[in-house]
């Protein structure tokens, strides 16, 4: 007879097979859902002429946002080389199809699971004129805490980072998930609000990469209260 223990991984391990079944319904689902919802947005850009002065002239970049506010970047970026780092847990598999329909390339893995490797496949895409995008605080938090992948990237190459946050006046915001996920209601209104380019030296020392990390987090701080305010979005108490 089965110990209690042994039952509990049974179960675990049939529902785990049962949520993997499933897993080819998402992408398709997640790119009508961000097609659907994106179009209808209204949208404003602020601060986007360095941006796209970059994209014009081939010039490599790196663009930083908090996890969480990844909705309207996904639409707005598709069509354009970007490359993104996804998780390897069950919902990295989710995101990273999703992002693979839209035309991004992916790299799995995280700064704990790979890290090394991640980031020379990400140095070595944006060498080959990709954007490298990274969700600074992901794949699993804590939330607003900025990583160290962006920074050393950005100091490898010598290249710059953009910092942008989005917001949309009427959205649903998953509290009980980690990142606080903000979710476009259809035919709000909504903002892209870039930051100024933030330029870095070479200096791979960890107080270095410490300081930039720290700099990254307060600067896409008071961008995503500025993209609020200028969407007319009310924080919570």
Sequence with gaps: MNSPRAKTSQFRDWRRRQAYRLLPLFPPLGKLLIRGVGATLRKRFTGYQPVWQMIESGQPFIVVFYHGRQFLLTYQLQGIRTAIMAGISYMGEIQSRILSSFGFTIIKG??????????VEMIGLVRKGHIGAFAVDGPRGPYHQVKPGAVFVAKKLGVPIIPVATSARWALVFDSVWDR??????????????????????????????????????????????ADRIIGRKKKE
């Design 181 to 226: 996920y903000l979710l476009p209601m259809p035919f709000s209104k909504c903002t892209v609000h870039f930051g100024e380019p933030l330029f870095f030296d070479s200096d791979l020392s960890e107080d270095s990469i410490s300081q930039a990390c720290h700099q990254i987090g307060e600067v896409l701080t008071d961008l995503e209260a500025e």
């Design 110 to 119: 995280s700064s704990s699971k790979g890290g090394v490797r991640v980031l």
